[in-house]
């Protein structure tokens, strides 16, 4: 009988479950992001607590009719943001729940972990990979842009901030210009897709980019940036626009961004002495975004399959695996 591993992500934005075998290839797997009103840049907690307690019971319907629930060995979960004392967002115990009840009901052990731990196992892990010893791991989503020295540890990834944004993170930067130009929430994907066309016409190249003055140009201080002059700007561009288009001030904000992003990653991994550079959260599953970084001398990055970029379970699965072997042959099973 297959070994399997169940995992669960109820974010702020995305209801997720997928399993995954012994092998850590993703069997099955169901995320679908949450619905925003139009016009609106989120949800409440309670709105995102009360969609994916309503979602989550179909959606482990759908896994178990394509999966045997007696192979499953163990379950992981999503349950805070980051793996810090204090973390905490009431859209996670939707998931909390559910694994509990789970796990009980098929007698098998349920581990919890940080949603940000879930993002690295889900490029460093997924299709049987060794996570490497030391990264620099980037979490790029919505809510968070993080560079953090990750390394594996027997309850799931030890982190330590050495850069991001000191203010907004690049999502919310996206999706706050892209709400104010009339664009659903979340706004990044629409905006990703009107900037590669736009960029895909050079061949990426990106010293041919229109540079419209409407988007500053980002300055590093030792890894870290700030990014709510550029959203004052964007909005202010937004509310009164003149004769710029949208599309060249998009794709000029994707080319200033992405090119702060690879100048901190050279300048982070150089600081640490870090080879292995890794890339996950929403925002990394931009095609623009990862068309100028392997355009760019940035060789060592790896970003992972698009579809493990965003909010998923897929990496609790994949968690909840080596955890759980370990734990077993610890106990010589």
Same mark, same amino acid.
């Given at each position: 009988m297959s070994k399997l591993y169940l995992g669960i992500d109820t974010s702020n934005y995305r209801t997720s479950a997928a399993a995954v075998d012994e092998?850590?290839?993703?069997?099955?797997?169901?995320?679908?992001?949450?619905d925003v009103p139009e016009g609106k840049r989120g949800l409440r907690q309670s709105e995102a607590f009360f969609m994916h307690s309503n979602r989550l019971p179909g959606y482990i319907e759908e896994i178990f009719g394509s999966v045997d629930p007696a192979c499953i060995k163990a379950v992981g979960v999503s349950e805070r943001p980051r793996r810090i004392e204090g973390s905490y967002m009431p859209c996670f115990l939707a998931g909390v729940n559910a694994a509990r009840e789970i796990a009980s009901?098929?007698?098998?052990?349920?581990y919890g972990f940080s949603h940000q731990e879930g993002h690295a196992a889900a490029v460093m892990e997924s299709e049987g990979r060794t996570p490497s010893m030391k990264a620099l791991f980037f979490h790029l989503s919505g809510g968070t842009t993080e560079a953090l020295l990750c390394s594996p540890d027997n309850q799931?990834? $030890?982190?330590?901030?050495?850069?991001?944004t000191r203010?907004? &993170?690049?999502?919310?930067l996206l999706d706050r210009f892209g709400v104010a130009i009339g664009k659903p929430f979340p706004s990044g994907r629409y905006l990703d897709d009107i900037a590669y066309e736009i960029l895909e016409r050079t061949g990426f190249d990106i010293k041919r980019t229109v540079r419209t003055g409407v988007v500053p140009r980002f300055r590093l201080d030792d890894g870290y940036f700030n990014l709510s002059g550029a959203e004052t700007r964007l909005l202010r561009f937004a509310d009164d626009n003149r004769e710029i288009s949208y599309a060249n001030v998009i794709a000029d904000l994707f080319v200033s961004v992405s090119?702060?992003?690879?100048?901190?990653?050279?300048?982070? $991994? $150089?600081k640490y002495c870090v080879d292995n550079i890794y890339m996950a959260g929403g925002v990394s599953s931009s095609r623009t975004f990862r068309a100028i970084a392997?355009?760019? &001398?940035?060789?060592?990055?790896?970003?992972? $399959?698009?579809?493990?970029s965003g909010d998923n379970a897929a990496g609790a699965a994949l968690l909840a695996k080596r955890i759980d072997e370990t734990s077993n042959r610890n106990s010589g099973k």
């Open positions: 092998e850590g290839r993703i069997v099955t797997q169901k995320a679908v992001l949450l009901a098929l007698k098998v052990p349920v799931g990834y $030890s982190m330590e901030i050495v850069g991001g203010d907004i &993170s690049v999502g919310q090119e702060m992003l690879i100048k901190d990653a050279q300048y982070l $991994s $150089s392997q355009g760019s &001398s940035l060789k060592d990055v790896q970003f992972g $399959s698009p579809e493990l």
